[in-house]
């Protein structure tokens, strides 16, 4: 190469260099972060701050989270008119020796379907019969055991086998018979079904080979090792569980308005033994649920999980019909009832019912979204102020969430809070970090109740996607003077019915593994009630370089430490230097100190069943932990520094805890914007 030529390689290569395209060489930046860990700057963050939103979507509860291995129960998917629709039940048997027919004879008069069995002859060894293959296919798992559940009546002596067995049904699991005389009145029966053998695809099958007719009606298997017994599938239980969340947003969503409002969920039917619950078609994502997982169940989630219930009532709005206001009263005081049942003494009208299906003690309700996404809806202000005066009126505490944003503008309305729903592309999330900077720090506090990266950045769950979430999560921690709540969605997703992409955790009938959206969450799961920093970050470069700090104590040892959470949304290793302002020469404990990062090595991978840990938080080489240290800072990165603080600083440290709220003048609010 001749001279010029090296000048020139020379000067492309330090071209290069700044915009980080060296062939076969990382590009690197340099910056510096301040976090001011002095006693008295901190602020403490809600404790409500991060929590969960769950909606019937995807099977997330039918399906899902719902242990009911059994779809259509009550035979009632058609609705009660006959013939009904059985799906997925199917005929055991040739039809010239079988009928199956429904009709109105139910014992439950809000579910009158029941499914009749016409056998027209003895039949030979096996017998003929129906089955049900659950939600694609049931979890029968040797060693467990399944507690089956149905109504019967038959005017003839009755021979019944009830079995789990394999998906093709030719290898028995577990089974039972049922020998007795002529059951002319519906009769429940109870077994318990030990498995000897495992089928992820199994089925629940009930078969005779006695000429005669069969009613069935309520037919229900569970497995009996559901969380505390309360009907929840452990090992998504456990994952929900695990990022700590402070609420619980229930039951949706568009599942609650219904594409119209004969088909929006109505708390009433959701309540009481599961046998009488009526079940509804969910119109907005096109499935028949049972309503097991029905009102109580969701008080009792929030409680098992120990978040405050969030409870999201249809105001007579659906998505395309209303009720107008001077017609919603009836509305108006089914909200007033559902408030009861929750909160209210077991001695009254609907807290003795909710004592009756075992909770004695009233559920903590403290907030009520009026409405979902309905702001824009002609009705919706002249129903939110019915609901609104209604509610305060008898509970004065409950803080009341309305529809309408006031990030930019105030309200028209009185509010305690205002839903905030994002959902965009990945860049678009990540400048929407600074979304809450110039909100108004007066007035009602939001709730980010609906957020996701959505689109061709996210896929079914990707790194871009995470990442982006991760930064506006930052975002909120360092606006949560102004952000009181903010929750993730969609929360659950059965990978055989994809409503919707990306989602949080992902599952079929017995595996299950979390996004990289729902690893991100994790980062944030102390964050609720700890004390958010001051921080800076300098460069002599434009970075795509978002990073917060938060103090707080640890609950397993009650040491103290300190979290820096740091996104590189860039494609350069970035050379950080990192002082801890404030803290004395021996402040930190580096032995006690950790590091953990969730990076990949392509932008869009993702998890699946088969490599379920691709893109999970892994540690990091961590020590050098000090008041003043270097660390390097990987490309598309979230990483988490646990700065463990030594127990000679805690005493004093332990002051910058308490909160104190002092109300402020409006006319000093342009000069009181955070720097958090």
């Not at 976090?35 to 995807?58: D, K, W, Y």
């Not at 860049?427 to 689109?455: C, I, L, W």
């Not at 979430?469 to 606006?479: D, H, P, Q, R, V």
């Amino acid at each position: 190469m001749d001279s010029f030529g090296v000048w020139f390689f020379g000067l492309f290569a330090l071209f290069a260099s700044f915009h980080g395209l060296v062939f076969g060489l990382e590009a690197y930046q340099s910056a510096q972060l301040s976090i001011n860990a002095s006693r008295g700057v901190g602020r403490q963050i809600p404790e409500t701050l991060f929590g969960q939103f769950f909606e019937e979507i995807n099977h997330a509860g039918a399906g899902g989270l719902w242990a009911e291995l059994v779809s259509n129960r009550g035979f009632e998917a058609g609705g009660p008119n006959t013939p009904s629709n059985i799906d997925p039940w199917t005929i055991i048997g040739d039809y010239s020796i079988i009928n199956v027919s429904t009709d109105r004879s139910s014992c439950f008069s809000r579910n009158i379907i029941a499914l009749r069995m016409d056998i027209l002859c003895d039949c030979p060894s096996g017998g003929v019969g129906v089955y049900n293959p659950g939600y694609w296919g049931m979890n029968i798992e040797q060693g467990k055991t399944y507690k089956v559940v149905f109504y019967a009546k038959s005017l003839q002596p009755i021979s019944l086998t009830v079995s789990l067995t394999s998906s093709d049904g030719t290898q028995i699991l577990a089974s039972a018979n049922i020998e007795s005389i002529a059951l002319p009145s519906w009769t429940k029966w109870e077994l318990l079904l030990n498995s000897t053998g495992t089928d992820h695809s199994g089925r629940l099958q009930l078969t005779t080979t006695r000429k005669g007719v069969i009613w069935l009606d309520q037919v229900s298997a569970m497995p009996t090792d559901t969380y505390k017994g309360h009907g929840f599938r452990k090992d998504l239980f456990g994952m929900l569980a695990d990022l700590k969340p402070r609420f619980l947003r229930f039951p949706g969503g568009c599942f609650v308005e219904g594409e119209w409002l004969r088909n929006a969920f109505r708390w009433k039917q959701t309540i009481g033994p599961w046998e009488e619950r009526p079940g509804h078609f969910g119109d907005v994502w096109m499935y028949w649920t049972d309503d097991g997982l029905g009102y109580f169940e969701f008080l009792q989630l929030s409680e098992d999980l120990g978040a405050a219930p969030v409870w999201v009532f249809n105001n007579g709005i659906s998505h395309n019909d209303e009720v107008d206001t001077s017609s919603i009263i009836p509305f108006v005081q089914d909200v007033l009832d559902s408030i009861e049942f929750a909160r209210g003494p077991p001695d009254s009208e609907w807290g003795r019912v909710r004592a009756v299906m075992g909770h004695p003690e009233p559920f903590p309700l403290q907030y009520i979204a009026i409405g979902n996404e309905d702001c824009w809806k002609p009705n919706y202000r002249g129903n939110y102020l019915k609901f609104y005066n209604a509610i305060k009126d008898v509970y004065p505490d409950i803080s009341l969430i309305t529809n309408c944003d006031g990030s930019s503008q105030p309200l028209d309305h009185p509010a305690d809070l205002y839903d905030f729903h994002i959902y965009t592309s990945a860049n678009n999330m990540f400048s929407m970090a600074h979304q809450f900077d110039k909100t108004s720090r007066f007035g009602p506090k939001a709730f980010v109740s609906e957020y996701a990266v959505t689109g061709k950045d996210a896929g079914t769950g990707s790194l871009l996607a995470a990442l982006a979430e991760g930064a506006f999560l930052i975002g909120l921690e360092k606006n949560s003077d102004v952000v009181k709540m903010a929750s993730y969605a969609p929360l659950f997703v059965n990978s055989n019915d994809r409503r919707w992409n990306p989602d949080a955790i992902v599952f079929n009938s017995w595996q299950h593994f979390g996004t990289p959206s729902y690893w991100v969450q994790q980062f944030f799961s102390e964050s609720s009630g700890a004390t958010i920093l001051p921080v800076t970050t300098l460069s002599n470069q434009s970075l795509p370089f978002i990073a917060s700090a938060i103090t707080r104590q640890s609950v397993t040892d009650n040491s103290y430490y300190l979290r820096i959470k740091i996104v590189n949304f860039g494609s350069n290793t970035v050379n950080l230097k990192m002082s801890l302002i404030g803290l004395g020469a021996n402040a930190v404990n580096p032995s006690g100190s950790t590091c953990t990062t969730l990076t990949s090595t392509n932008l869009m991978d993702e998890n699946s069943f088969a490599t379920p840990n691709k893109v999970v938080p892994r540690p990091c080489v961590f020590t050098n932990a000090d008041v003043n240290m270097n660390v390097v800072i990987s490309p598309y990165s979230f990483t988490s520094y646990d700065v463990s603080l030594s127990p000679s600083i805690e005493p004093a440290y332990k002051s910058d805890f308490t909160s104190y709220d002092v109300s402020l003048s409006p006319s000093i609010e342009p000069a009181y914007k955070s720097d958090m």
